[in-house]
């Protein structure tokens, strides 16, 4: 670790405790209004935890990574893509890439990269990795399950142990909404 890391890393300390099994960071002085003992940080509008620490706010689950390691990765995935869970086990170093392919996205399936067809009437997996579209197949309306699966399996080969992986709810869109 870098002097200045751990300088970084004593200082955090010394201001905020952090319970690794809840993700809460606690002040540990009294200051800029808030009471020693009092949760730390404020919930921001993209939805993120900030937390004020070297004079400016900073998001609290890269907070959660110089407490815990000494240091800020370039990118810190919530690996259930809940952007206020910064629980240490729902946290992971990642690159923009990686943390890219972890959104949710809004489409018509709920899933990332399954998407309808409209001219076909399916659903068409297509994950993208560095600008390059990658297809795992064509899956009629009832068969979204298995596009979902198709899509989890497309991403592991792409993306390894940093893939997302998702669950299929057991719910189909209306196939109104779909046309």
Known sequence: MSNDNRRRQEELKRLYDYN????IFIQKTTRG???AGSIAGSLHSSGYIHIRFEGKPQKAHRLAFLFMEGY????VDHINRVRNDNRWANLKESSRSENNSNVKRKNKSGYSGVHWNKRDLGWQVTIRKKG???SNGFFEYSELPQAVEAA????LDLYGKSALIEEFDGKLPSIEDLV
């Not at 800020?72 to 990118?75: A, D, F, G, Q, T």
């Open 20 to 23: 690794p099994e809840t993700g």
């Open 33 to 35: 209004g808030k009471i």
């Open 72 to 75: 800020i990765p370039e990118e």
């Open 132 to 134: 390059v579209s990658y």
């Open 152 to 155: 989890n399996k497309l991403r």
